[in-house]
């Protein structure tokens, strides 16, 4: 588990556009990560 204020690791995971997203692009924004349970998944 991460500690408030640990940098996240980098990844990249595509938009519902299609387009790849990554982390470490977007350094210097204010990012907001949102992770939820795959629809049909226990959680």
């Known amino acids: ?5 640990t940098q ?5 995971l595509p ?3 299609g387009e790849p ?5 977007q350094r210097g ?3 907001v990560l949102f992770f939820f349970p795959r629809a ?3 959680g």
């Not at 997203?21 to 692009?25: D, P, R």
């Open 40 to 42: 049909g998944t226990k």
């Open 21 to 25: 997203f990554t982390l470490s692009e």
């Open 29 to 31: 924004r204010n990012v």
């Open 8 to 12: 996240a690791p980098d990844f990249t």
């Open 15 to 17: 938009l519902t556009s």
């Open 1 to 5: 588990m991460l500690r408030v204020g």
